[in-house]
Nanobody
């Protein structure tokens, strides 16, 4: 079983930055691709970014390209989401997810493990 714990959310003004972290633990937390998703009130969950096990492959949603960067440190079992130039429309609960595969995908149903989420609020 894999456990994921996110941190780093908070309240920030538009144009500001935040870095989210997700620490993984448990049996099976190796050779996993990782992803970040978000869900705003009244909206469906949407893909944000994903990274392969070795970090050699990443993919991001068009809405965050050029502003958000996903990275990982396998020695620390941690994946990061650096968020710059934040906009009010980025306000959401951000979830970390793990997939028992080395390959990246953007579909949430392909991820087996999820964190509890961390709130990001961007004020205008």
């Amino acid at each position: 079983q894999v456990q994921l714990v996110e941190s780093g959310g908070g309240l920030v003004q538009a144009g500001g930055s935040l870095r989210l972290s997700c620490v993984g633990s448990g049996r099976g937390f190796s050779n996993v691709a990782m992803g970040w998703f978000r869900q705003a009130p009244g909206k469906e969950r949407e893909f944000v970014a994903a990274i392969s096990w070795r970090g050699s492959s990443t993919i991001s949603a068009d809405s965050v390209k050029g502003r958000f960067t996903i990275s990982r440190d396998n020695a620390k079992n941690t994946v990061y989401l650096q968020m710059n130039s934040l906009k009010p429309e980025d306000t959401a609960v951000y979830y970390c997810a793990a997939r028992a595969s080395v390959l990246v995908v953007t579909t949430g149903s392909e991820y087996q493990y999820w964190g509890q989420g961390t709130q990001v609020t961007v004020s205008s």
